[in-house]
């Protein structure tokens, strides 16, 4: 069934599981051990009900929303996400070109096997750059001087990535980076002849055998290289010491991402950056860890107006980002729904993912009597449930 059938992006998400190899799609869709957090994202989202106003002239209205001073289209973007080229090739490429189709954010992870000056070039629009820094500054140094010089405009630092996380589902699939060849990954390539031929023999053909071309701890490392394991911390893991030295080289707009407590609001803050971007990874990191709307609010009131506050981590419907903007974010990212458009149909799948959540948005925006996303976090618009809570916290 090809792509643009897909009513929602969870029929995207079952047409992908049915091309890609097993291991690619458990790589994508799987979270960190038993999946309780990426579970509870969901949960959590779905805990929180909208108070609808009625008698609202909303004839005209609008999604747009200015952020770090460039207006998007809609108030959501894409995740960064590395090696999506295991899903398609050249997948950075079409979520970039698709994002600027829409005029939503993008952001380019450093986990990528296309060199983020290929990305950039690709589209004329507005590009965010993730980036997994090592402690070694000389090294965090180059790599930021390097994407100044490619263009993007704004930095985003991971920090819920200290070490590598426990992804059991990856393990028994034997899908793990480096990667291992084993007969079970050879057979699962077999068994899904599309991708092997449209994904894994061109790329190979393409470029030969992928490189993390943008890694800021090594020197563009094989996927299959055995030192690929702790190439996200580069050994020594960074802090806010480090932040504050970083704030010093990078000039433009700064964020963290993978913020879940209030206090590290408050260093971001302290250390001068722009913004946080409240996430737990999509549930892929520490397992056991709250899902974002159930501690915006405590971040957004430590924030106090002076940081950008994003949120990512299970928004799949256009009702999902609205119940976090009107929890105070002023952006919402989606990972894993954008890569399954990019698996299915390149650039035009990716965007028919994002008009399918654009759609979403501007029905329930009318449909909860808004006309503007400008209002959201102040309309009062979410359920006893969320009011009820101490301090304004989110869900139980
Ligand atoms: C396949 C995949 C690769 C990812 N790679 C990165 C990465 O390189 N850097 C990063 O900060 N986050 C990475 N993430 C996390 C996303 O940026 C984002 O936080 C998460 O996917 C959002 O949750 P969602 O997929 O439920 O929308 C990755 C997520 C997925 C699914």
Known sequence: MSFERALNVFDLERMAKRRLPAGVFGFISGGAQDDRTRNNNRAALDRLRFKPRGLV???ERGQDVTVFGHRF??????????????????????MARAAARMNVPYVLSNMSTVPMEAVARSCDSVKWLQAYLPADRERSVRFVA????????????????PVGANRE????????????????????????PRWLTGVLLRTLAATGVPRLENSAAHDRP?????????????????????MRWLREEWRLPLLIKGVLHEADAREAVACGLDGVVVSNHGGRQLDGAVAPVEVLPEIVAAAGGRLTVIADSGFRRGGDILKGLALGAQLVLCGRPLLYGAALGGEAGVAHALQLLKAEVDRDLA?????GIADLASADLLGALAKALPDGAAAP
Do not use: C, K, Y
């Open 57 to 59: 002239d909303i004839a």
């Open 73 to 94: 289209a809609s108030p959501f973007g894409i995740a960064p996400m590395g090696i999506a080229g295991i899903a398609r090739f050249e997948a950075d490429i079409a």
């Open 146 to 161: 390097r994407a100044a010089a490619a263009g993007f405009q704004a930095l985003l630092v991971t920090i819920d990535v």
């Open 169 to 192: 589902n990856n393990l028994r699939s034997g899908f793990t980076l480096p990667l291992h060849v084993t007969p079970r990954v050879i057979a699962d390539g077999l068994l899904h």
């Open 222 to 242: 094989s996927i299959l290289a055995a030192q690929n394991a702790d190439l996200r911390a580069g050994g020594a893991t960074i802090d806010w010491a480090f």
């Open 367 to 371: 449909l909860l009597g808004a006309t």
